[in-house]
């Protein structure tokens, strides 16, 4: 699905040239569920906007589903980024003016999909991820986890193959953490590419495969032999709370 | 991102900053208020000016006496009306027009009035349709003896003789001297909304209070339009041999006086078109400045709607919808209170209406190019974020 190729990014913030990514090369297969790890400024987040289509590597390759995106015109790859792939942040990104079916309507309101049947597609993601009872709420009425949930909600609705996650358990607490990796996996069970960026070894331990990035450069990548479920952690989670009190 | 949305998004993206908004809007209200009343009332007075000459007739034109180049001054008699009317076969009749330059007392024992005072032959009313409330102009054999009869204006009547009184038959002075009211005349349309407040006598009567023989203009009407021309340089012709001074007669035909007077009202037009002009260039920069903060307050917008797949131009076309509508929604209100005042200024000074099409197509055209205009640099700004900076903008 992701073929990288010695990729390299450079910027140059006018003083010195700061090298984000050194000769990163890595491949990502259909339905894997990848965790990026690594301190801050070790390049994740160049790679995942990289990954994303935000930003344009200074040099090496990036395929996409076999198509070189260095090929591709802005249109193009903003066609992609609308119908191949999906974003989650830690901050959330909600549009504060829109309710949250709105919100999770706009990548169809970009690919030209009538209002009538947004709300249905809306409505069936939202239904999925627990909160059709919240469609008209906007966001600052929703707590951190239900946000984190609609924003799922919205990088799924157009049905990409790529779900690129930046953080996306950043801002939450325990509890809200294990609900939305929950979602997380249930995606990759239904057969979804993921690729999350963290700080937690917790959270890493949950996906498929680890990366760990230093300094630009990809220094291991490793198998998680035996992955945790969510659920199970966030049940332990509430039973060790109810010991406490 | 179909346009009906985007005019949906744009609406409410005004409708939520709604003071801002309308401040923001106040400059294209405000511009656009004041080219419709400028516009309206220029075509009413236009339109009122027209509608008087040609109730003047087509076929009429007017003699003056001016100075020639030699200093030499043409002069203009009773004698010369009459030997233009009857040597000229195309001319109809020749009217006289004398009048004092001063403004002439008018008094009952009840009131004392100023007025035009006008002397004229019976002619008169068939260049200057007046219609009469009580009575009827003056006749050829009263101007032929000079018999002091005059011909007041309903206002004149109502302040000499008190609202609702009988006028004809009764006594007025005109400048001391007693005169017969034998008419009082309609209000006519009022130019500008002055009151016209003319008299009008016999002008062998009025010729008689002075000492002046001359008349200082006539009105000839031809029998058919095409021998306007020809009767004009004949009529300056034969006066100039009468009175044997070259260059010392001016004709003016309606159709030029109309012509010389739609020229200056166009100029005037311009001149405050133009600065109604510049308040909607000034609504026009409030427009910019206002989507330039809408744009730095929605950076983390634009950065989230281009990660989810919008193209830099479905951006720049969301902010161009957005300031085009502020511009348009500003415009047209400014277009309803222009029309209202215009039709409610010419209403007070007694102008006709006119609300031409035109000009409401092109308040509405003109203030939503601006909104473009000045929406493309902010516009432009949103669409050229780097989105990588605009989601992390705080």
Redesign the interface.
Same mark, same amino acid.
């Given at each position: 699905m992701i073929t990288i190729d010695s990729l390299s990014k450079t910027y140059n913030t006018g003083i010195l040239m700061v090298e984000a990514l050194k000769d990163v090369t890595m491949s990502v297969e259909d339905g894997d569920f990848l965790a990026v790890m690594g301190p801050s400024g070790s390049g994740k987040s160049t790679l995942m906007?990289i990954l994303?289509l935000?930003?344009q590597p200074t040099g090496g390759s990036y395929r996409l589903d076999g198509v070189d995106t260095g090929s591709l015109d802005?249109?193009q790859q903003?066609?992609l980024?609308?119908?191949k792939i999906g974003?989650v942040?830690q901050n959330f990104?909600l549009?504060p !003016?829109l309710n949250t079916q709105r919100n999770v309507e706009?990548?169809l309101?970009?690919?030209?999909v009538s209002?009538g049947e947004r709300q249905t597609r809306a409505a069936a993601v939202l239904q999925s991820v627990g909160l059709l009872s919240h469609a008209r709420h906007l966001p600052n009425e929703l707590s951190g986890g239900q946000k984190q949930r609609v924003a799922i909600a !919205?990088a799924m609705i157009?049905r990409p193959s790529l779900l690129l996650a930046d953080e996306p358990t950043g801002n939450l607490d325990s509890a809200s953490s294990y609900e939305i990796m929950a979602l997380f996996q249930d995606l990759h069970r239904q057969g979804s590419t993921i690729i999350l960026v963290t700080h937690e070894p917790e959270i890493a331990q949950l996906a498929r495969q680890i990366i760990y990035f230093r300094d630009g450069r990809l220094v291991s990548s490793e198998k998680v032999e035996h992955p945790l479920d969510a659920r199970d952690l966030l049940e332990e989670w509430r039973q060790e709370q109810g010991e406490l009190i | 991102m179909r346009f009906g949305e985007m005019l949906a998004l744009a609406v409410e993206g005004i409708w939520v900053n709604k003071l801002r908004s309308a401040l923001t809007m106040l400059g294209m209200i405000i511009g656009v208020m004041f080219v419709i009343i400028i516009v309206t009332l220029g075509q009413s007075l236009n339109e009122q000016v027209a509608e008087e000459v040609e109730g003047m007739g087509a076929n009429a034109f007017t003699l003056l006496a001016v100075t020639n180049e030699d200093g030499q001054r043409g002069r203009l008699t009773l004698e010369d009306c009459q030997f233009l009317e009857t040597t000229i076969d195309s001319i109809e009749f020749v009217v006289p027009i004398a009048y004092a330059n001063y403004t002439a007392a008018v008094e009952t024992s009840r009131a004392k009035k100023g007025t035009t005072l006008i002397g004229t032959s019976p002619d008169y009313i068939k260049v200057d349709q007046m219609g009469f409330n009580q009575g009827r102009f003056f006749s050829e054999a009263e101007n032929q003896v000079g018999r002091r009869v005059a011909v007041i204006s309903q206002q004149m009547a109502d302040d000499l003789f008190g609202p609702g009184s009988e006028a004809v038959g009764r006594t007025v002075r005109i400048n001391r001297l007693p005169f017969q009211v034998c008419g009082v005349t309609k209000p006519q349309a009022a130019l500008l909304g002055i009151e016209q407040s003319t008299t009008f006598i016999p002008v062998k009567t009025m010729l008689a209070m002075s000492d002046d023989k001359d008349i200082q203009q006539a009105l000839a009407r031809v029998k058919t339009g095409d021998q306007l021309q020809a009767a004009t340089v004949q009529s300056v012709r034969i006066l100039e041999m009468r009175h044997a001074v070259k260059g010392g007669f001016m004709t003016q035909t309606n159709e030029e006086a109309l012509e010389q007077f739609s020229t200056i009202l166009a100029v005037i037009t311009s001149v405050f078109g133009a600065l109604a002009g510049i308040a909607l260039l000034v609504g026009g920069i409030g427009i910019m400045n206002i989507m330039l903060v809408s744009v730095t307050e929605r950076t983390r917008e634009i950065g989230v709607r281009v990660a989810l797949g919008a193209r830099r131009r479905d951006i720049l076309t969301q902010f161009l919808v957005e300031s085009a509508t502020l511009a348009a929604i500003g415009g047209s209100l400014g277009m309803l209170l222009g029309i209202g005042f215009g039709a409610l200024i010419s209403v007070i000074l007694e102008m006709p209406v006119v609300i031409s099409l035109g000009t409401i197509l092109f308040a509405f055209g003109f203030s939503s190019a601006i909104g473009i205009i000045f929406g493309l640099y902010p516009a432009n700004r949103a669409a050229r974020l780097n989105p990588i900076d605009a989601l992390r903008y705080e």
């Open positions: 906007n994303g935000l930003d802005e249109d903003a066609a980024r609308n119908g974003f942040f990104n549009l !003016r706009l990548p309101v970009y690919a030209g209002r !919205r157009n | -």
